[in-house]
């Protein structure tokens, strides 16, 4: 079975500066791997890559098999590559609901209707009801996107990203910037995700990544150090050592 | 989750109740903007009723209708989908050549076609120059506006033999209206001719933007790096939009090419491009009848002021605009709704 | 010698000069642009200021010309940092239509007062005498002020590249246009470097109006109309970029003024064909950061 993404080779390169180095990684159908590494090992550099916000310098990025690596990111996104951003990044001024519809429109090509009205599609509307309800937003749905609060904020940026219905989903720490009495709600929403969709989730706790992943991948300066099972990571050596490592010299391991 | 049998069933019960409330409060809620409302028909009978007030006003009326479809052309690209520009009078401008020299170089004098002719030139020319500019934003972009509103003023210039340059291209005779209304001393045909005219590209445009297209180009705005995450084809969709409003913007330049019989080259301006912008930013963006407010008002003041004293006015319009930044950032419509938001809250 | 080399050399003179001119006045337009993002469409007004200042001092005070241009200097730039705290700050996290539009207020407001101070008839400046005449080169003679000009020119972008490329202000500049947050992390503080930067900037441009109007004369309406060619200079050359800047004042001043020796009726068509090709091909023009 073609796998739901591959990464094969994946270089980037700023200037002398290089951010990224011979990544490979798989993710099949299903699958829940957790991303982690130290502050500025180029994890969110990695998703932008492979969402196309940024070119390669060198190596290919395969979606269902398919050669997406010269592809636009809106391209990727049709094709069913979804991601969250580690800043929200919502249509702040519009209401929750039309935060869902557009994102619906767009999929579904209604966007390109100029004539009928963005309300009259019942279909829409009611696609876009369904998903802020599993995520137990319906009651916002008609608030202004900024006059929600943060953790609310947080759960609008899954919603969307599900609105797309991925085959591929990439979540950049969705928790970060939540208190802690809120992140539960989100984390449950990450564990009842749609167990067909593969994910890649980004995430410095590591309770959650326990709880969450089967797989693991630790990204150190842009390379992959490893990549396994959990118990097996979380016994590796040299993974204890980069962890240690930023507790001992976190200066030295975040501008690595 | 462990519930009875019986619980469950009454809460699916409650909850579908619930679910088909909220789903066509949502409906409602999107429907509602796009359904007519009977505020909207205000500046309709202020035009009407300018039309039995001030009948010997008509000529300047017809400008300021010229001006209100001009800031509602802007609106769609600077309002809904964000693009800032500052050379739009180049859209202006080639409709009121297309028109202008239509009549003087080719006897194309039929108004209602000359029309459609400066649309489908301007839209065709905002096309070709938004698919190379709307990569960019920022001060490329500004610049590169700039620079082509002004390319095509010099080029005009380069020849001027055929633009009449500087000078103009003067004495311009149109046919009749639909080989009917003849033009008259006072403007009274024109005037209900651009009233007409800008109806129609105002049903036109206030369809657009309550689309899902229109929803898209506000997203465009809200947050273009979502919406290449969600797979818009933002480009597009942006070109698209530019075309359109420079079709219009080239309507409006036609139609005040035909009602003063006159064009120079001073309509592709700089001054044209910013004050365009002035009266659209006055008048709120993004709503619609920002458009009609801003350039209403603008041209009215401008009128009596600058008769008055032109340094003032000057003077007067600089100091809105820094106040309008700092103090009303959304127009006077925007300050508008802000007082009927306070008045509500004031009574409940 | 032969005709086309006479024009080529007039052609290069006079570009010269007319490039240092623009150099002077964009320089800190381009700096502050690049440090701070900020759309400043009222830098045109700061280098009028500084021509109706030459002007006032040098017809109604009786004050020599290099004199007044010193002041005018110091002062729209002492001026400006009270705009700078003042308004600008507000706005630096502003949108790109906020800025413009507060920026183009301002300017709207300058133009008002001067033309209300002074009148809308270009006005010009009385040169001392060793500025009026002709250097004669034997087969040609060209006006010294354009000469002073180009000196004047040199020695500055000498001084500035110098600050900039050589001090430790100039050092922590560029790591703020670099970079903004980094070089805050470090312990640079930005906000007081583009306070001295924008003063520096706009005294230059005070200077620049000073010296523009012996070239052109001076009207209110300088402050929009020039600004079209100072904003120009910025983008072809590169946002904060003292080399880009330099390139491109070179570029526009020198094409500029061939087109105008060679085909007068295209009027300014070739700066804006250029920088249309230059901006299409570069966006972030020939020095700026992509």
Same mark, same amino acid.
Request: aromatic share 10%; hydrophobic share 50%.
């Given at each position: 079975?073609?796998? $739901?993404?591959?990464?094969?080779? &994946?270089? /980037?390169?700023?200037?002398?500066?290089?951010?990224?180095?011979?990544?490979?990684?798989?993710?099949?159908?299903?699958?829940?791997?957790?991303?982690?590494?130290?502050?500025? $090992?180029?994890?969110?550099?990695?998703?932008?890559?492979?969402?196309?916000?940024?070119?390669?310098?060198?190596?290919?990025?395969?979606?269902?098999?398919?050669?997406?690596?010269?592809?636009?990111?809106?391209?990727?996104?049709?094709?069913?590559?979804? /991601?969250?951003?580690?800043?929200?990044?919502?249509?702040?001024?519009?209401?929750?609901?039309?935060?869902?519809?557009?994102?619906?429109?767009?999929?579904?090509?209604?966007?390109?209707?100029?004539?009928?009205?963005?309300?009259?599609?019942?279909?829409?509307?009611?696609?876009?009801?369904?998903?802020?309800?599993?995520?137990?937003?319906?009651?916002?749905?008609?608030?202004?996107?900024?006059? &929600?609060?943060?953790? !609310?904020?947080?759960?609008?940026?899954?919603?969307? $990203?599900?609105?797309?219905?991925? /085959?591929?989903?990439?979540?950049?720490?969705?928790?970060?910037?939540?208190?802690?009495?809120?992140?539960?709600?989100?984390?449950?929403? %990450?564990? !009842?995700?749609?167990?067909?969709?593969?994910?890649?989730?980004?995430?410095?706790?590591?309770? %959650?990544?326990? /709880?969450?992943?089967?797989?693991?991948?630790?990204?150190?300066?842009?390379?992959?150090?490893?990549?396994?099972?959990?118990? $097996?990571?979380?016994?590796?050596?040299?993974? !204890?050592?980069?962890?240690?490592?930023?507790?001992?010299?976190?200066?030295?391991?975040?501008?690595? | 989750?462990?519930?009875?049998?019986?619980?469950?069933?009454?809460?699916?019960?409650?909850?579908?109740?619930?679910?088909?409330? =909220?789903?066509?409060?949502?409906?409602?809620?999107?429907?509602?903007?796009?359904?007519?409302?009977?505020?909207?028909?205000?500046?309709?009978?202020?035009?009407?009723?300018?039309?039995?007030?001030?009948?010997?006003?008509?000529?300047?009326?017809?400008?300021?209708?010229?001006?209100?479809?001009?800031?509602?052309?802007? *609106?769609?690209?600077?309002?809904? =989908?964000?693009?800032v520009t500052l050379g739009?009078?180049?859209?202006?401008?080639?409709?009121?050549?297309?028109?202008?020299?239509?009549?003087?170089?080719?006897?194309?004098?039929?108004?209602?076609?000359?029309?459609?002719?400066?649309?489908?030139?301007?839209?065709?020319?905002?096309?070709? @120059?938004?698919?190379?500019?709307?990569?960019?934003r920022g001060l490329t972009l500004l610049m590169l506006t700039l620079a082509?509103a002004i390319?095509?003023?010099?080029?005009?210039?380069?020849?001027? *033999?055929?633009?009449?340059?500087?000078?103009?291209?003067?004495?311009?005779?149109?046919?009749?209206?639909?080989?009917?209304?003849?033009?008259?001393?006072?403007?009274?045909?024109?005037?209900?001719? =651009?009233?007409?005219?800008?109806?129609?590209?105002?049903?036109?445009?206030?369809?657009?933007?309550?689309?899902?297209?229109?929803?898209?180009?506000?997203?465009?705005?809200?947050?273009?790096?979502?919406?290449?995450?969600?797979?818009?084809?933002?480009?597009?969709?942006?070109?698209?939009?530019?075309?359109?409003?420079?079709?219009?913007?080239?309507?409006?330049?036609?139609?005040? @090419?035909?009602?003063?019989?006159?064009?120079?080259?001073?309509?592709?301006d700089f001054d044209?491009s910013a004050k365009?912008m002035v009266?659209?930013i006055?008048?709120?963006?993004?709503?619609?009848?920002?458009?009609?407010?801003?350039?209403?008002?603008?041209?009215?003041?401008?009128?009596?002021?600058?008769?008055?004293?032109?340094?003032?006015?000057q003077f007067?319009i600089g100091l809105?605009l820094v106040?309008?930044v700092l103090?009303?950032?959304?127009?006077?419509?925007?300050?508008?709704? *802000?007082?009927?938001?306070?008045?509500?809250?004031?009574?409940? | 010698?032969?005709?086309?080399?006479?024009?080529?050399?007039?052609?290069?003179?006079?570009?010269?000069?007319y490039a240092m001119f623009l150099f002077i006045t964009s320089v800190g337009l381009s700096v502050t642009m690049g440090l701070m993002g900020f759309v400043n469409l009222a830098h045109g007004a700061f280098a009028m200021a500084g021509g109706y200042i030459v002007v006032?001092?040098?017809? +109604?005070?009786?004050?020599?010309?290099?004199?007044?241009l010193a002041v005018a200097a110091v002062t729209v730039g002492a001026v400006s940092v009270v705009f700078e705290r003042g308004l600008y700050r507000r706005l630096y996290k502003a949108t790109d239509l906020e800025q413009v539009l507060l920026t183009i207020g301002l300017a709207f407001m300058a133009i008002a007062t001067a033309t209300?101070l002074y009148?809308?008839?270009p006005k010009?400046?009385?040169?001392?005498?060793?500025?009026?005449?002709?250097?004669?080169?034997?087969?040609?003679?060209?006006?010294?002020?354009?000469?002073?000009l180009?000196?004047l020119g040199?020695?500055l972008v000498?001084v500035l590249?110098?600050a900039f490329?050589?001090? +430790?202000?100039?050092?922590?500049i560029?790591?703020a246009v670099? +970079?903004r947050?980094?070089?805050?992390?470090?312990?640079?503080?930005v906000d007081?470097l583009f306070t001295l930067t924008f003063a520096v900037g706009s005294g230059l441009a005070a200077l620049g109006g000073g010296l523009a109007i012996?070239l052109f004369g001076l009207s209110p309406s300088f402050a929009v109309l020039y600004l079209v060619l100072f904003l120009i200079v910025v983008a072809v050359g590169g946002l904060g970029s003292l080399k880009g800047t330099l390139m491109a004042a070179l570029v526009i001043g020198?094409?500029d003024?061939?087109?105008?020796?060679?085909?007068?009726?295209?009027?300014g068509?070739?700066i804006y064909?250029?920088t249309?090709?230059v901006l299409?091909?570069?966006?972030a023009g020939f020095y700026g950061?992509?």
């Amino acid at each position: 079975m073609t796998a $739901a993404l591959e990464v094969q080779g &994946l270089n /980037r390169s700023f200037g002398a500066l290089l951010v990224t180095y011979n990544v490979n990684l798989t993710l099949e159908r299903g699958a829940r791997r957790a991303l982690i590494g130290p502050n500025g $090992a180029g994890k969110t550099t990695l998703i932008n890559l492979i969402t196309g916000v940024l070119k390669p310098s060198a190596g290919r990025v395969l979606l269902n098999g398919e050669d997406i690596t010269a592809s636009s990111q809106a391209d990727r996104a049709r094709r069913g590559l979804a /991601r969250t951003f580690q800043i929200n990044q919502l249509f702040r001024g519009l209401t929750v609901l039309e935060n869902l519809c557009m994102t619906i429109g767009e999929r579904d090509g209604h966007c390109n209707n100029l004539w009928r009205s963005a309300g009259a599609n019942p279909a829409v509307i009611d696609e876009a009801i369904d998903h802020l309800e599993s995520l137990q937003l319906a009651d916002d749905a008609l608030k202004l996107v900024r006059e &929600l609060p943060y953790g !609310r904020q947080r759960l609008v940026e899954i919603a969307i $990203a599900l609105a797309q219905k991925p /085959r591929v989903l990439l979540l950049d720490e969705p928790a970060a910037g939540v208190p802690s009495s809120e992140s539960h709600l989100i984390l449950d929403v %990450v564990d !009842r995700l749609d167990p067909d969709i593969a994910v890649l989730i980004i995430e410095h706790d590591m309770d %959650v990544v326990y /709880r969450f992943a089967k797989e693991i991948t630790v990204l150190v300066q842009g390379a992959v150090l490893v990549e396994g099972a959990p118990d $097996a990571i979380m016994s590796d050596e040299r993974v !204890r050592a980069v962890y240690l490592g930023q507790d001992g010299h976190r200066g030295a391991a975040q501008n690595g | 989750m462990a519930v009875s049998d019986s619980k469950a069933a009454e809460r699916v019960l409650d909850v579908s109740a619930d679910r088909r409330q =909220a789903r066509d409060r949502a409906a409602g809620y999107l429907l509602r903007r796009h359904h007519f409302q009977w505020p909207e028909a205000l500046p309709w009978i202020v035009a009407i009723a300018a039309f039995f007030l001030f009948p010997d006003r008509m000529t300047f009326g017809s400008q300021v209708l010229v001006m209100i479809m001009f800031a509602l052309s802007l *609106d769609l690209i600077l309002g809904y =989908a964000g693009i800032v520009t500052l050379g739009h009078a180049a859209f202006f401008g080639i409709g009121a050549y297309t028109v202008g020299l239509g009549a003087a170089r080719l006897g194309w004098t039929e108004p209602v076609s000359g029309l459609f002719a400066a649309a489908i030139v301007s839209a065709f020319v905002g096309f070709i @120059t938004g698919w190379f500019l709307l990569r960019y934003r920022g001060l490329t972009l500004l610049m590169l506006t700039l620079a082509t509103a002004i390319m095509l003023q010099e080029t005009g210039n380069l020849r001027s *033999d055929f633009s009449g340059g500087y000078d103009g291209l003067p004495g311009l005779e149109f046919k009749p209206l639909l080989g009917l209304f003849d033009y008259d001393l006072y403007g009274h045909t024109y005037y209900l001719y =651009a009233l007409a005219v800008l109806a129609v590209v105002f049903f036109f445009v206030r369809r657009i933007v309550y689309s899902p297209f229109g929803q898209a180009l506000t997203g465009i705005r809200e947050n273009v790096k979502r919406m290449h995450a969600i797979g818009s084809p933002v480009h597009r969709r942006l070109v698209t939009v530019y075309s359109i409003a420079a079709g219009i913007a080239g309507i409006a330049g036609a139609l005040f @090419t035909q009602t003063n019989a006159y064009v120079t080259l001073t309509v592709f301006d700089f001054d044209n491009s910013a004050k365009v912008m002035v009266m659209l930013i006055l008048g709120g963006t993004g709503r619609l009848y920002g458009a009609f407010l801003g350039a209403a008002v603008y041209m009215v003041l401008e009128d009596h002021l600058s008769k008055l004293s032109p340094t003032f006015w000057q003077f007067g319009i600089g100091l809105l605009l820094v106040l309008a930044v700092l103090f009303a950032r959304r127009g006077v419509l925007g300050l508008f709704e *802000d007082a009927g938001q306070y008045l509500k809250r004031f009574r409940s | 010698m032969p005709h086309f080399a006479i024009i080529a050399v007039s052609i290069l003179f006079d570009g010269l000069a007319y490039a240092m001119f623009l150099f002077i006045t964009s320089v800190g337009l381009s700096v502050t642009m690049g440090l701070m993002g900020f759309v400043n469409l009222a830098h045109g007004a700061f280098a009028m200021a500084g021509g109706y200042i030459v002007v006032s001092l040098t017809r +109604n005070l009786g004050i020599g010309f290099v004199p007044s241009l010193a002041v005018a200097a110091v002062t729209v730039g002492a001026v400006s940092v009270v705009f700078e705290r003042g308004l600008y700050r507000r706005l630096y996290k502003a949108t790109d239509l906020e800025q413009v539009l507060l920026t183009i207020g301002l300017a709207f407001m300058a133009i008002a007062t001067a033309t209300y101070l002074y009148g809308p008839i270009p006005k010009s400046v009385p040169l001392p005498e060793w500025l009026q005449g002709d250097i004669n080169l034997g087969f040609r003679s060209f006006p010294s002020y354009r000469a002073f000009l180009i000196v004047l020119g040199v020695v500055l972008v000498t001084v500035l590249w110098y600050a900039f490329e050589r001090t +430790n202000i100039g050092a922590k500049i560029r790591a703020a246009v670099d +970079n903004r947050r980094m070089a805050e992390s470090v312990g640079i503080n930005v906000d007081l470097l583009f306070t001295l930067t924008f003063a520096v900037g706009s005294g230059l441009a005070a200077l620049g109006g000073g010296l523009a109007i012996q070239l052109f004369g001076l009207s209110p309406s300088f402050a929009v109309l020039y600004l079209v060619l100072f904003l120009i200079v910025v983008a072809v050359g590169g946002l904060g970029s003292l080399k880009g800047t330099l390139m491109a004042a070179l570029v526009i001043g020198i094409i500029d003024t061939g087109g105008k020796y060679l085909l007068a009726e295209a009027g300014g068509f070739f700066i804006y064909a250029i920088t249309v090709v230059v901006l299409l091909i570069k966006p972030a023009g020939f020095y700026g950061r992509e």
